[in-house]
């Protein structure tokens, strides 16, 4: 009988936890499921972003970081039912590769985690909350946190987006959505440029907000920046501004298919960096000159490089042949400048700073003189050998991009001087190819045989660009007799 009774408790509690686990609040596994879901049950959606490895990492130092515990208390049957009573749960882990969770995530606040969003049924961002554990009745705590942050928030809730579009907005209320963005989940570009369209001064207080966003020339508060008249009570700070925005439209533009925003782009650079660097008389014009020297430079290397992935043929030519040129011209002038810099940031110079005893400084800057020649020897070889490779890349370039007898000369200048710099295998390659579109085979035959026998003593080359010039060096050999017709 005793065993019959056993038998029927062992029954009904295994009934009773199969009841109760099919009772466990779950939570919602898929983004677009969850705010289905909220909206189906009339439930707020409440988003806890996680560090899956800070878990792990807790997990297997014993460590307690706050991921770790809050992951640890929702795992607790119990404690879930106090976050599920109330709302609809998503943990949502923070590098998930999942396409809808990653668009998402780009919108949020990118901070230490944990941290919770909470989103009404209708979609509507109702409250952020970062979550500092305390360890004691921390669910309690947080959801009362949460349900305060969602009454706060409530209180003085208006559509500020409906206000946005309809004009019932004021600058007031627009400066502090745009200070909240994050908080309402409000497009931040959409209400800056609403803002700017509105002609209010922009302050340095929206800088902030300016350098995160993927800004271009068409955007009104780029417009508004940039053209903002003169007379201004920050007139200097305004200047700076411009210039760093003007930077960041180009590099955006660098990323765009589209040539006419990057040559839009490049042109409001230019005009804010001539803005930027007006001088005064007590300034000298060798500084402007050298900033105006390196600007250049930068704006034709970007030019270069963005046309070379558009494949404009026409343009890579002339600003290669610009860029180029402009290569030759700074090599002497900016040597010395480069080795001074260098040499007063090189380690010997603050080892001397050490010594107070004379005889021991004497010492030390005598074996350091030795030193400071072969530093000065290797830092001669790197300078050498990033302008070499500006030059052969601009060489190559030129050569793909046509058959032209003066723009293949002009890149044999190029290509030359490449090789005065840095003999390695791939300039050698790009001189002998030179060569050979201009009709002197028999010397391209020669610098490609050196490209060949220095790529198979050089440890960095692979065996199939080895394969490569020596096909190239067959073809070359393969050519007729009769000097090869020289392009027009």
């Not at 200070?179 to 959409?190: E, I, Q, T």
């Not at 290397?301 to 992935?309: D, G």
């Amino acid at each position: 009988m005793s065993t019959y009774f056993k038998i029927i408790t062992f029954v009904t509690a295994l009934i009773a936890s199969i009841t109760a686990l099919a009772q466990t609040p779950s939570f919602e596994k898929n983004l677009n499921d969850a705010f289905i879901k909220a909206k189906k049950s009339n439930k707020n959606l409440l988003i806890y972003r996680y560090d899956s490895t800070s878990i792990y990492l807790s997990k297997t130092n014993k460590q307690n970081t706050d991921d770790y515990l809050l992951d640890s208390l929702l795992r607790v049957s119990g404690e879930k039912n106090i976050f599920t009573k109330d709302f609809v749960l998503l943990p949502l882990e923070i590098n998930s590769d999942k396409k809808d969770e990653k668009e998402f995530r780009s919108e949020l606040i990118l901070d230490f985690t944990p941290d919770f969003y909470v989103f009404s049924p209708d979609s509507t961002c109702l409250a952020y909350l970062k979550t500092y554990l305390q360890g004691q009745e921390i669910s309690k705590n947080i959801i009362q946190e949460i349900k305060d942050s969602i009454n706060a928030n409530n209180q003085n809730r208006i559509s500020f987006e409906q206000k946005l579009y309809t004009n019932t907005v004021s600058k007031e209320e627009l400066l502090q959505i745009i200070k909240k963005r994050f908080l309402l989940k409000l497009s931040s570009l959409k209400l800056l440029n609403k803002y700017a369209s509105m002609e209010e001064n922009l302050t340095n207080d929206l800088y902030q907000f300016i350098e995160v966003e993927y800004i271009t020339t068409k955007d009104r508060i780029v417009q508004s920046f940039l053209h903002e008249p003169k007379v201004s009570s920050f007139q200097d700070q305004r200047k700076m501004l411009n210039r760093v925005i003007a930077q960041r439209v180009l590099e955006n533009a660098k990323e765009n298919p589209d040539k006419i925003e990057f040559e839009n782009a490049l042109m409001m650079n230019q005009n804010a960096f001539s803005s930027s660097c007006a001088i005064s008389l007590a300034e000298t014009l060798s500084t402007n000159s050298y900033l105006q020297n390196e600007f250049i430079q930068e704006q034709l290397k970007s030019a270069f490089e963005y046309y070379n992935w558009i494949n404009d043929t026409l343009n890579i030519i002339d600003y290669g042949t610009r860029y180029g040129n402009n290569i030759l011209r700074r090599y002497w002038s900016k040597q010395k400048e480069y080795l001074d810099l260098h040499l007063l940031q090189s380690d010997f110079v603050s080892n001397l700073r050490m010594y107070s005893n004379d005889d021991e400084r004497k010492a030390a800057m005598k074996e350091n003189g030795k030193n400071k020649l072969k530093m000065i020897k290797q830092l001669g070889r790197d300078y050498n050998e990033a302008y070499s490779k500006d030059l052969n890349k601009i060489a190559w370039k030129i050569y793909q991009s046509t058959k032209k007898a003066s723009s293949l000369t002009t890149a044999l200048k190029f290509s030359r001087f490449s090789i005065n710099l840095w003999k390695a295998p791939e300039q050698l390659d790009t001189y002998a190819h030179l060569l050979f579109a201009l009709g002197k085979t028999k010397e391209a035959i020669l610098y490609q045989e050196m490209a060949v026998k220095d790529a198979k003593k050089s440890t960095k080359m692979y065996n199939s660009i080895v394969e490569e010039f020596e096909n190239e060096l067959k073809r070359f050999k393969k050519a007729s007799i009769t000097p090869h017709q020289k392009n027009i």
